[in-house]
Every structure is written in structure tokens, then in C-alpha cells.
């Protein structure tokens, strides 16, 4: 099912935006979980930022970045100097390549806001994960963003955003969700946390 619509784009700001994050800042409850040698899969990796940084606390465990965009994994090929360990192929969440068991972690980055069926992802993700193991996902909530001063024109962008994820049959507030549709696609063992990016000029 790799018909669902990327709501972002691929406009360089919006890379731009994604060559930002590493594991520190995009992953940080994620990091106490790894281990040298586990085996991981990165979904949605983009252009691999987060996916080389990950790989570097797994080592020399085997990474895989995947994503749906075949221009999302060219740049990720050739945006980083990658250990021999870690790979990048095209994939569709909804149909993983792999057998049952295979990773010790599956990590999802601010991937599920964007899909039609995120439980069917979540259990998709579940499957190709050891007994044991772990998937982690997290995601924003749009709903949720605020600044200041007030701006008209954010408030707009806001608005807009929502018709066009609605519109694209995704959930732009996915982070207050990811509790229910873990529990939705079979996982028992949860914790649920938050956190957030503040952005901010003199």
C-alpha cells in the first residue's frame, strides 16, 4: 500500500529541515535501548541523518533505512559516509521485506502522521521485530504547536496543513494517537512518552 501521499514534499527546505535531526535530538528515548551488535530497521528514514546516527550506537549490528520515496533513499545514499554495516533501500512499511523476528528495533520517525492505515503499519513493524524487541515511533501533533508572538499567517499555515493531511486521508495530530494504535496493533508492553523541539530567535 505505498499509495499514500507524503503531505511534506521534497522541497529542499523541507530536507533541510530533515539533515537537522540526529539521534540526540529526534531519537533521545530511543538511545537508552541500545546496544552494540542489535540488529535495526529505520522506517521513513529520509535522508538518513538519524539512521547513520543509530547505526553508530548498534555497531556492528546490521542497519536498514527504508523509505517509500526512491529520491529520498538517493539522497540518503549519497548525503553520508555509511560503515559497511548500514544499508538504505526503497520499502513500503505496509509490506516489509523481511521475515518475522528479524530486528531487534524497529524505529519510526515522524512517519505514521503521514499514512492511511498507521495500525497496519504499527503491526507490520511488530511482526518483522524480535520477541522481545523494541519499536519505537514517534510523531508530532500540529494540534499542539503554539508560538509567540501570535502570527496570523502560522495560524493559517496551520489550518491549511490539517485540510491538506485530512484531504490526504493521514493525521496531522498523530502524537496524541500513538498510544491507542500501538494498542490497536497487538502491543502489550508500552511506554508512552512526550517531548518537544523549541525553536526560538533573540
Same mark, same amino acid.
Given at each position: 500500500?505505498?499509495?499514500?501521499?507524503?503531505?511534506?514534499?521534497?522541497?529542499?527546505?523541507?530536507?533541510?529541515?530533515?539533515?537537522?535531526?540526529?539521534?540526540?535530538?529526534?531519537?533521545?528515548?530511543?538511545?537508552?535501548?541500545?546496544?552494540?551488535?542489535?540488529?535495526?530497521?529505520?522506517?521513513?528514514?529520509?535522508?538518513?541523518?538519524?539512521?547513520?546516527?543509530?547505526?553508530?550506537?548498534?555497531?556492528?549490528?546490521?542497519?536498514?533505512?527504508?523509505?517509500?520515496?526512491?529520491?529520498?533513499?538517493?539522497?540518503?545514499? +549519497? *548525503?553520508?559516509?555509511?560503515?559497511?554495516? &548500514? #544499508?538504505?533501500?526503497? /520499502?513500503? !512499511?505496509? =509490506?516489509? %521485506?523481511? @521475515?518475522?523476528?528479524?530486528?531487534?528495533?524497529?524505529?519510526?520517525?515522524?512517519?505514521?502522521?503521514?499514512?492511511?492505515?498507521?495500525? +497496519? *503499519?504499527?503491526?507490520?513493524?511488530?511482526? &518483522? #521485530?524480535?520477541?522481545? /524487541?523494541? !519499536?519505537? =515511533?514517534? %510523531?508530532? @501533533?500540529?494540534?499542539?504547536?503554539?508560538?509567540?508572538?501570535?502570527?496570523?499567517?502560522?495560524?493559517?499555515?496551520?489550518?491549511?496543513?490539517?485540510?491538506?493531511?485530512?484531504?490526504?486521508?493521514?493525521?496531522?495530530?498523530? /502524537?496524541?494517537?500513538?498510544?491507542?494504535?500501538?494498542?490497536?496493533?497487538?502491543?502489550?508492553?508500552?511506554?508512552?512518552?512526550?517531548?518537544?523541539?523549541?525553536?526560538?530567535?533573540?
Amino acid at each position: 500500500m505505498t499509495a499514500d501521499t507524503y503531505s511534506h514534499g521534497h522541497h529542499e527546505s523541507v530536507l533541510r529541515s530533515h539533515r537537522w535531526r540526529t539521534a540526540e535530538n529526534s531519537a533521545a528515548y530511543l538511545l537508552p535501548h541500545l546496544r552494540p551488535g542489535q540488529s535495526l530497521l529505520d522506517v521513513g528514514c529520509g535522508p538518513g541523518n538519524i539512521t547513520v546516527d543509530l547505526a553508530a550506537r548498534v555497531a556492528p549490528g546490521a542497519v536498514l533505512g527504508i523509505d517509500a520515496a526512491p529520491d529520498a533513499i538517493t539522497a540518503a545514499e +549519497a *548525503a553520508n559516509a555509511r560503515p559497511d554495516h &548500514v #544499508t538504505f533501500a526503497v /520499502g513500503d !512499511v505496509y =509490506a516489509l %521485506d523481511a @521475515d518475522d523476528g528479524t530486528y531487534d528495533v524497529v524505529h519510526a520517525h515522524q512517519v505514521l502522521q503521514h499514512l492511511s492505515d498507521p495500525v +497496519a *503499519a504499527l503491526r507490520e513493524m511488530r511482526r &518483522v #521485530t524480535t520477541p522481545g /524487541g523494541i !519499536v519505537a =515511533a514517534r %510523531d508530532s @501533533d500540529y494540534a499542539a504547536f503554539t508560538w509567540a508572538p501570535d502570527t496570523p499567517s502560522l495560524t493559517r499555515w496551520n489550518e491549511l496543513y490539517h485540510l491538506i493531511t485530512t484531504h490526504n486521508r493521514a493525521e496531522a495530530n498523530a /502524537g496524541r494517537y500513538l498510544l491507542g494504535w500501538a494498542q490497536r496493533a497487538g502491543f502489550t508492553d508500552i511506554t508512552a512518552s512526550s517531548s518537544t523541539w523549541t525553536f526560538a530567535d533573540p
